[in-house]
Protein backbone atom coordinates (compact mmCIF):
# COMPACT_ATOMS: atom_id res chain seq x y z
CA UNK A 1 0.00 0.00 0.00
CA UNK A 2 1.35 3.41 -0.96
CA UNK A 3 1.66 5.87 1.52
CA UNK A 4 1.45 9.76 1.91
CA UNK A 5 3.90 11.07 4.50
CA UNK A 6 5.47 14.67 4.42
CA UNK A 7 8.76 15.35 5.46
CA UNK A 8 9.35 18.88 6.32
CA UNK A 9 13.36 19.99 7.02
CA UNK A 10 14.23 23.55 8.04
CA UNK A 11 17.24 25.71 7.93
CA UNK A 12 16.36 28.61 10.52
CA UNK A 13 19.23 31.32 11.88
CA UNK A 14 18.24 32.39 15.14
CA UNK A 15 20.38 35.23 17.19
CA UNK A 16 20.60 35.44 20.90
CA UNK A 17 17.84 34.39 22.51
CA UNK A 18 15.76 32.38 25.16
CA UNK A 19 12.99 30.67 23.43
CA UNK A 20 12.97 27.46 25.72
CA UNK A 21 14.99 27.54 29.25
CA UNK A 22 15.10 24.40 31.71
CA UNK A 23 14.28 24.80 35.47
CA UNK A 24 17.37 26.92 35.93
CA UNK A 25 16.26 29.56 33.18
CA UNK A 26 19.55 28.08 30.86
CA UNK A 27 18.50 27.35 27.42
CA UNK A 28 17.89 24.07 26.54
CA UNK A 29 20.91 22.22 25.05
CA UNK A 30 22.09 18.49 24.03
CA UNK A 31 24.87 16.71 22.95
CA UNK A 32 24.85 15.32 19.48
CA UNK A 33 28.14 14.61 17.39
CA UNK A 34 30.28 14.41 20.68
CA UNK A 35 29.61 18.50 21.33
CA UNK A 36 27.23 20.76 23.03
CA UNK A 37 24.57 21.49 20.67
CA UNK A 38 21.70 24.69 21.26
CA UNK A 39 18.22 22.66 21.48
CA UNK A 40 14.85 23.71 21.37
CA UNK A 41 12.30 21.03 22.80
CA UNK A 42 9.50 19.19 20.44
CA UNK A 43 7.06 20.17 23.14
CA UNK A 44 7.88 24.15 22.70
CA UNK A 45 7.84 23.91 19.11
CA UNK A 46 4.33 21.98 18.54
CA UNK A 47 2.90 24.11 21.50
CA UNK A 48 3.79 27.78 19.03
CA UNK A 49 2.63 25.36 16.19
CA UNK A 50 -0.96 25.27 18.08
CA UNK A 51 -0.73 28.68 19.08
CA UNK A 52 -0.35 29.76 14.98
CA UNK A 53 -3.26 27.48 14.11
CA UNK A 54 -5.26 30.27 15.67
CA UNK A 55 -4.68 32.49 13.02
CA UNK A 56 -5.19 30.21 10.36
CA UNK A 57 -7.93 27.63 11.29
CA UNK A 58 -11.74 28.36 12.99
CA UNK A 59 -11.98 28.44 16.52
CA UNK A 60 -14.03 25.48 15.37
CA UNK A 61 -11.34 23.08 13.91
CA UNK A 62 -9.45 23.17 16.83
CA UNK A 63 -9.47 21.76 20.60
CA UNK A 64 -9.44 22.47 24.03
CA UNK A 65 -6.27 21.15 26.45
CA UNK A 66 -6.73 21.55 29.65
CA UNK A 67 -7.21 20.55 33.29
CA UNK A 68 -10.67 22.95 33.74
CA UNK A 69 -12.88 20.36 31.62
CA UNK A 70 -16.00 20.60 33.96
CA UNK A 71 -15.82 24.33 33.53
CA UNK A 72 -15.57 24.63 29.99
CA UNK A 73 -18.27 21.65 29.10
CA UNK A 74 -20.39 23.58 31.90
CA UNK A 75 -20.08 27.06 30.10
CA UNK A 76 -21.45 25.44 27.11
CA UNK A 77 -24.59 24.02 28.48
CA UNK A 78 -25.40 27.34 29.71
CA UNK A 79 -24.88 29.11 26.19
CA UNK A 80 -27.42 26.61 25.41
CA UNK A 81 -30.03 26.90 28.26
CA UNK A 82 -28.89 29.66 30.55
CA UNK A 83 -31.99 28.59 32.70
CA UNK A 84 -29.74 25.65 33.91
CA UNK A 85 -26.42 27.46 34.94
CA UNK A 86 -26.82 26.61 39.08
CA UNK A 87 -26.45 22.94 37.50
CA UNK A 88 -24.15 22.94 34.75
CA UNK A 89 -21.39 21.85 36.41
CA UNK A 90 -22.87 19.32 38.13
CA UNK A 91 -25.00 18.13 34.58
CA UNK A 92 -21.04 18.08 33.08
CA UNK A 93 -19.89 16.07 35.78
CA UNK A 94 -22.37 13.74 35.03
CA UNK A 95 -21.88 13.47 31.54
CA UNK A 96 -18.17 13.33 31.58
CA UNK A 97 -18.11 10.45 33.85
CA UNK A 98 -20.90 8.96 31.57
CA UNK A 99 -17.62 8.94 28.64
CA UNK A 100 -14.89 7.58 30.72
CA UNK A 101 -13.62 10.61 32.17
CA UNK A 102 -12.74 10.70 35.54
CA UNK A 103 -13.15 14.62 37.48
CA UNK A 104 -12.59 15.51 41.08
CA UNK A 105 -12.83 18.57 43.47
CA UNK A 106 -8.58 19.34 43.48
CA UNK A 107 -7.63 19.08 47.41
CA UNK A 108 -6.37 22.88 47.28
CA UNK A 109 -9.96 23.81 46.12
CA UNK A 110 -11.80 21.54 48.65
CA UNK A 111 -9.66 22.87 51.79
CA UNK A 112 -10.14 26.76 50.13
CA UNK A 113 -14.10 26.24 48.94
CA UNK A 114 -17.27 24.39 50.12
CA UNK A 115 -17.42 21.56 48.11
CA UNK A 116 -20.70 22.10 47.26
CA UNK A 117 -19.53 24.98 44.90
CA UNK A 118 -15.61 23.93 44.11
CA UNK A 119 -15.62 22.89 40.20
CA UNK A 120 -14.50 19.40 39.42
CA UNK A 121 -11.19 19.14 37.52
CA UNK A 122 -9.44 16.56 35.65
CA UNK A 123 -5.57 15.31 37.08
CA UNK A 124 -4.27 15.58 33.71
CA UNK A 125 -4.73 17.70 30.81
CA UNK A 126 -7.24 16.93 28.67
CA UNK A 127 -7.33 17.55 25.19
CA UNK A 128 -11.12 18.05 23.68
CA UNK A 129 -12.27 19.37 20.18
CA UNK A 130 -14.73 22.40 20.58
CA UNK A 131 -17.17 19.95 18.73
CA UNK A 132 -16.99 17.12 20.75
CA UNK A 133 -17.56 19.97 23.86
CA UNK A 134 -20.58 20.77 21.73
CA UNK A 135 -22.44 17.54 21.60
CA UNK A 136 -21.50 16.71 24.93
CA UNK A 137 -23.24 19.67 26.09
CA UNK A 138 -25.78 19.07 23.81
CA UNK A 139 -26.63 15.07 25.44
CA UNK A 140 -26.34 17.14 29.06
CA UNK A 141 -29.49 19.01 28.36
CA UNK A 142 -31.67 16.91 26.12
CA UNK A 143 -30.73 13.84 28.65
CA UNK A 144 -31.50 16.10 31.91
CA UNK A 145 -35.06 17.13 31.45
CA UNK A 146 -34.92 20.87 32.07
CA UNK A 147 -31.28 20.19 33.94
CA UNK A 148 -32.47 17.83 36.77
CA UNK A 149 -29.11 15.87 37.83
CA UNK A 150 -31.19 13.19 39.02
CA UNK A 151 -33.57 12.65 35.85
CA UNK A 152 -29.95 13.12 33.48
CA UNK A 153 -28.26 10.57 35.97
CA UNK A 154 -30.97 7.87 35.05
CA UNK A 155 -30.72 8.59 31.83
CA UNK A 156 -27.25 8.27 31.08
CA UNK A 157 -27.35 5.10 33.07
CA UNK A 158 -29.47 3.77 29.63
CA UNK A 159 -27.32 2.21 27.12
CA UNK A 160 -27.69 4.46 24.02
CA UNK A 161 -26.92 7.55 26.46
CA UNK A 162 -22.92 5.80 27.42
CA UNK A 163 -22.88 4.84 23.66
CA UNK A 164 -23.89 8.75 22.65
CA UNK A 165 -21.60 10.19 25.46
CA UNK A 166 -18.77 7.60 24.53
CA UNK A 167 -18.96 8.51 20.90
CA UNK A 168 -19.14 12.51 21.60
CA UNK A 169 -15.87 12.39 22.66
CA UNK A 170 -14.22 9.82 20.27
CA UNK A 171 -15.62 11.21 16.74
CA UNK A 172 -15.16 14.30 15.00
CA UNK A 173 -11.63 14.99 16.27
CA UNK A 174 -10.29 18.73 15.93
CA UNK A 175 -7.32 19.31 13.62
CA UNK A 176 -4.82 19.84 16.70
CA UNK A 177 -5.97 16.72 18.17
CA UNK A 178 -5.48 14.46 15.08
CA UNK A 179 -2.07 16.09 14.51
CA UNK A 180 -0.59 15.79 17.84
CA UNK A 181 -2.68 13.35 19.52
CA UNK A 182 -4.29 12.45 22.65
CA UNK A 183 -3.76 10.29 25.80
CA UNK A 184 -6.74 9.67 27.99
CA UNK A 185 -5.24 7.93 31.17
CA UNK A 186 -8.04 6.69 32.21
CA UNK A 187 -9.47 5.71 28.90
CA UNK A 188 -6.86 4.09 26.96
CA UNK A 189 -10.01 3.35 23.87
CA UNK A 190 -10.12 7.28 23.90
CA UNK A 191 -6.64 7.80 22.61
CA UNK A 192 -5.87 9.52 19.13
CA UNK A 193 -2.64 8.23 17.68
CA UNK A 194 -0.58 11.42 16.50
CA UNK A 195 -0.55 11.75 12.98
CA UNK A 196 2.73 14.00 13.06
CA UNK A 197 5.86 13.66 14.80
CA UNK A 198 8.18 16.61 15.72
CA UNK A 199 11.82 16.35 16.56
CA UNK A 200 13.63 18.52 18.90
CA UNK A 201 15.42 21.49 16.73
CA UNK A 202 19.72 20.95 17.04
CA UNK A 203 21.99 23.71 16.64
CA UNK A 204 24.29 22.72 13.26
CA UNK A 205 27.02 23.40 15.01
CA UNK A 206 28.23 23.57 18.37
CA UNK A 207 26.72 25.85 20.41
CA UNK A 208 28.01 27.71 23.69
CA UNK A 209 25.56 29.12 26.91
CA UNK A 210 26.24 32.76 27.40
CA UNK A 211 24.83 35.29 30.18
CA UNK A 212 23.92 38.66 30.12
CA UNK A 213 24.59 40.74 33.19
CA UNK A 214 21.54 43.54 33.45
CA UNK A 215 21.23 46.36 35.53
CA UNK A 216 17.99 48.71 35.99
CA UNK A 217 17.63 52.16 37.17
CA UNK A 218 14.94 53.53 39.95
CA UNK A 219 13.44 56.79 37.55
CA UNK A 220 12.72 58.40 40.91
CA UNK A 221 16.82 58.34 42.41
CA UNK A 222 18.15 61.46 42.77
CA UNK A 223 21.10 62.44 40.82
CA UNK A 224 23.26 61.75 44.33
CA UNK A 225 21.88 57.94 44.05
CA UNK A 226 24.11 56.00 42.92
CA UNK A 227 23.74 52.29 42.19
CA UNK A 228 21.23 50.40 40.57
CA UNK A 229 17.60 50.00 42.05
CA UNK A 230 18.37 45.46 40.15
CA UNK A 231 20.70 43.55 38.77
CA UNK A 232 20.32 39.94 37.26
CA UNK A 233 21.84 37.83 34.66
CA UNK A 234 19.79 36.25 31.96
CA UNK A 235 21.29 33.13 29.93
CA UNK A 236 21.20 32.77 26.22
CA UNK A 237 22.78 31.44 22.88
CA UNK A 238 21.87 31.77 19.19
CA UNK A 239 22.45 29.19 17.01
CA UNK A 240 21.10 27.93 12.94
CA UNK A 241 19.09 25.54 13.99
CA UNK A 242 17.65 22.22 11.56
CA UNK A 243 14.28 21.41 12.59
CA UNK A 244 12.61 19.02 11.32
CA UNK A 245 8.86 17.02 11.32
CA UNK A 246 6.70 14.25 9.95
CA UNK A 247 3.03 14.24 9.17
CA UNK A 248 1.58 10.38 8.25
CA UNK A 249 -1.12 11.72 6.03
CA UNK A 250 -3.13 8.21 6.08
CA UNK A 251 -3.33 8.15 10.12
CA UNK A 252 -4.33 11.66 9.99
CA UNK A 253 -7.54 11.12 7.47
CA UNK A 254 -8.14 8.16 9.83
CA UNK A 255 -8.65 10.68 13.14
CA UNK A 256 -10.56 13.15 10.85
CA UNK A 257 -12.44 10.95 8.68
CA UNK A 258 -13.50 12.26 4.94
CA UNK A 259 -14.90 15.53 3.92
CA UNK A 260 -18.42 16.68 6.02
CA UNK A 261 -19.79 18.80 3.99
CA UNK A 262 -22.20 18.04 1.25
CA UNK A 263 -20.13 17.94 -2.29
CA UNK A 264 -16.73 18.24 -0.43
CA UNK A 265 -14.09 15.72 -1.62
CA UNK A 266 -13.43 13.18 1.41
CA UNK A 267 -9.37 14.52 0.96
CA UNK A 268 -10.27 17.70 1.88
CA UNK A 269 -10.21 17.98 5.50
CA UNK A 270 -6.95 16.04 5.67
CA UNK A 271 -5.45 18.60 2.83
CA UNK A 272 -6.26 21.28 4.37
CA UNK A 273 -4.94 20.24 7.85
CA UNK A 274 -1.87 19.11 6.17
CA UNK A 275 -1.38 22.78 4.61
CA UNK A 276 -2.21 24.77 8.01
CA UNK A 277 0.39 22.61 10.01
CA UNK A 278 2.89 22.66 7.28
CA UNK A 279 2.36 27.01 7.52
CA UNK A 280 2.00 27.10 11.14
CA UNK A 281 5.20 24.77 11.82
CA UNK A 282 7.11 26.94 9.27
CA UNK A 283 5.94 30.42 10.56
CA UNK A 284 5.89 29.45 14.35
CA UNK A 285 8.57 30.84 16.89
CA UNK A 286 8.64 29.53 20.81
CA UNK A 287 8.21 32.66 23.09
CA UNK A 288 10.29 32.30 25.74
CA UNK A 289 11.94 35.84 26.54
CA UNK A 290 10.70 36.91 23.06
CA UNK A 291 10.82 40.56 24.78
CA UNK A 292 13.86 40.46 26.32
CA UNK A 293 15.50 39.22 23.08
CA UNK A 294 12.84 40.08 20.24
CA UNK A 295 14.40 37.10 17.97
CA UNK A 296 11.94 37.11 15.60
CA UNK A 297 13.06 35.39 12.36
CA UNK A 298 11.96 33.33 9.59
CA UNK A 299 14.01 30.25 8.33
CA UNK A 300 16.54 30.72 5.41
CA UNK A 301 15.58 26.84 4.20
CA UNK A 302 12.44 24.86 4.41
CA UNK A 303 12.72 21.08 1.96
CA UNK A 304 9.59 19.45 1.89
CA UNK A 305 9.48 16.21 0.55
CA UNK A 306 6.18 13.40 0.14
CA UNK A 307 7.59 9.83 0.74
CA UNK A 308 5.63 6.72 0.05
CA UNK A 309 7.54 4.44 2.77
CA UNK A 310 8.69 5.68 6.02
CA UNK A 311 9.49 9.59 7.06
CA UNK A 312 13.73 9.85 6.98
CA UNK A 313 15.11 12.98 8.74
CA UNK A 314 18.71 14.33 7.37
CA UNK A 315 19.90 15.42 10.67
CA UNK A 316 22.67 12.86 9.91
CA UNK A 317 24.29 15.51 7.66
CA UNK A 318 25.29 17.35 10.71
CA UNK A 319 26.26 14.42 12.95
CA UNK A 320 29.74 16.40 12.71
CA UNK A 321 29.39 19.90 13.88
CA UNK A 322 29.55 22.95 10.82
CA UNK A 323 32.47 24.75 11.14
CA UNK A 324 32.22 28.39 10.55
CA UNK A 325 33.22 29.86 6.94
CA UNK A 326 36.17 32.25 7.01
CA UNK A 327 33.37 34.93 6.98
CA UNK A 328 31.68 33.91 9.66
CA UNK A 329 28.40 32.85 9.58
CA UNK A 330 27.16 28.32 9.44
CA UNK A 331 24.21 28.94 6.98
CA UNK A 332 26.15 28.38 3.75
CA UNK A 333 28.01 25.37 4.81
CA UNK A 334 25.06 23.69 6.18
CA UNK A 335 23.23 24.08 2.98
CA UNK A 336 25.99 22.32 1.11
CA UNK A 337 26.08 19.62 3.34
CA UNK A 338 22.39 18.91 2.80
CA UNK A 339 22.84 18.98 -1.06
CA UNK A 340 25.54 16.24 -0.85
CA UNK A 341 23.92 14.35 1.89
CA UNK A 342 19.84 14.35 0.82
CA UNK A 343 20.64 12.50 -2.64
CA UNK A 344 23.13 10.34 -1.47
CA UNK A 345 21.30 8.90 1.59
CA UNK A 346 18.33 8.11 -0.64
CA UNK A 347 20.27 6.36 -3.43
CA UNK A 348 21.68 4.31 -0.45
CA UNK A 349 18.21 3.78 0.20
CA UNK A 350 16.25 3.19 -2.41
CA UNK A 351 14.14 5.30 -2.29
CA UNK A 352 12.71 6.92 -5.39
CA UNK A 353 12.60 9.90 -6.49
CA UNK A 354 9.84 11.58 -4.48
CA UNK A 355 7.95 15.22 -4.98
CA UNK A 356 9.95 17.83 -3.45
CA UNK A 357 9.74 21.74 -2.80
CA UNK A 358 12.57 24.35 -1.90
CA UNK A 359 11.54 27.28 -0.61
CA UNK A 360 14.99 29.48 0.50
CA UNK A 361 16.13 32.68 0.61
CA UNK A 362 19.60 33.96 0.10
CA UNK A 363 22.82 33.03 -1.50
CA UNK A 364 24.01 31.29 0.61
CA UNK A 365 21.32 28.85 0.36
CA UNK A 366 21.42 28.06 -3.69
CA UNK A 367 23.19 24.71 -3.46
CA UNK A 368 19.95 23.53 -1.95
CA UNK A 369 18.11 24.64 -5.49
CA UNK A 370 18.66 21.47 -7.03
CA UNK A 371 16.92 19.20 -4.69
CA UNK A 372 13.42 20.26 -6.12
CA UNK A 373 11.04 22.79 -7.48
CA UNK A 374 11.79 25.98 -6.42
CA UNK A 375 8.45 28.08 -4.42
CA UNK A 376 7.74 30.75 -2.66
CA UNK A 377 6.02 30.13 1.15
CA UNK A 378 2.31 30.44 -0.46
CA UNK A 379 2.87 28.35 -3.17
CA UNK A 380 4.17 26.16 -0.97
CA UNK A 381 1.52 25.17 1.05
CA UNK A 382 -0.70 25.48 -1.67
CA UNK A 383 1.05 22.84 -3.88
CA UNK A 384 1.41 20.41 -1.06
CA UNK A 385 -2.08 20.29 -0.21
CA UNK A 386 -2.79 19.86 -4.21
CA UNK A 387 -0.41 16.83 -4.12
CA UNK A 388 -1.79 15.54 -0.55
CA UNK A 389 -5.43 15.86 -1.85
CA UNK A 390 -4.71 14.32 -5.08
CA UNK A 391 -2.94 10.91 -3.53
CA UNK A 392 -5.66 10.53 -1.12
CA UNK A 393 -8.26 10.60 -3.41
CA UNK A 394 -10.05 7.23 -4.05
CA UNK A 395 -9.05 5.56 -7.31
CA UNK A 396 -11.81 5.57 -9.94
Same mark, same amino acid.
Given at each position: ?51 ? +? ?7 ? &? ?5 ? $????? @? ?15 ? &???? $? ?23 ? @? ?16 ? *? ?10 ? @? ?16 ? #? ?10 ? +? ?19 ? #? ?20 ? *? ?56 ? +? ?10 ? +?????? =? ?22 ? =? ?20 ? $? ?42 ? #? ?7
Amino acid at each position: MTRTILDIHILQNVPPSNMNRDDTGTPKSAYYGGVRRARVSSQAWKRATRKR +FEDLLPEGE &LGVRTKK $VVEAL @AARITAREPALEDTAAQ &LATQ $VLATAGLKVEVPTRKAKKDDGDTAV @AESKYLMFLSRRQLDALA *ELAVSASHGGDV @AALKKSLAQKEHKAAARK #AIDTRHSVDIAL +FGRMVADSADLNVDAATQVAH #ALSVHRSDIESDYYTAVDDLNE *ESETGAGMIGTVDFSSATLYRYAAVDADELQRSLGTGLEVGEPPSTPTAKAVSSFLEA +FITSMPTGKINT +FGNHTQ =PSVVVVKIRDKWPLSFVGAFEEPV =PKTEQGGFLRESCRRLAEYVPD $VERQFGLKESPTWVFRVGEETRDLASLGTGVTLSALVEQVEEAV #AERLEPSA
